[in-house]
């Protein structure tokens, strides 16, 4: 993702952040500081929502990350090379630089991230009780408990099986490993993701025409019909493209000039490098 700011360098993977990330780290703030916090632990002053949901949004983005080191890691175990993380509008994105060589490792690098954020989710759940239960402040407890749901609704929403989401990932290494064909895996599980998507915009609508709110809603449907779709046209050109050329030697060598032309190759078409883009669903947490 272009103009991102570096932040660092993790397992050897440059972290950076898109501008965008001012989207959710602004809408989650203000939710947090305004409703969520006095909510769960009123009688403090102003000053300390605000200071607390600064700290729970900054811990929230650092859960992300989290999240995407989960992916990230798992990939470069299975020799997939990753060349960033970067922190977007909509959640984060790892950016894998080829597909995994099998079903398996396909699966486990897209459960990662929702393991990671289960964890995570666990963890603050659990350090809210104990928090409560040892007499700390309130808005500790509150900040940490509501962190901890924050991660698990994020590790539910990205297994609905819906590509581009964790859960499409899975079932399209589940598909993949049935029949053996990685695009027409591909394409089934980009349908799912986009009657999902649809479905998410459907709602967005709803929420939007009964309530006021839902943009958000909106703008992630969107999204998934999106990337879904742009995967099952890479896909369909794969198997096309596989149809026409015979199995072995010289297929298509291109106009002179081309790379390759002359040595035999395949004319390949352009493709943009695998990502792992990762959704949070801003409107399942809603304040009240
Ligand atoms: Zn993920």
Redesign the pocket.
Known sequence: MRNSLRLGVVSGIPIGIHWSIALIAGIFGLALAGTILPAAAPGYVAAAYFVTAAMVTVALLGSIVA?ELG?SVVAQRNDVEVSGITLFALGGVAQLEREPDTPGAAARIAAA??AVSVAIGVGGMAAGIAATASGAPALLAAGLTWLGLINLTLAVF?MVPALPL?GGRVLQAALWRRSGDRDRATISAASVGRIAGWLIVAFGAWQFFTTGAGLWTMLIGWFIVGSAKAESIRARFNVRRREWAPPQGPAWPGPSGWPGNGSGSTWAPPSAPPQ?D?VIDVEGQRVG
């Open positions: 999240h992916h991230g929702p990205n964790d792992r990762d």
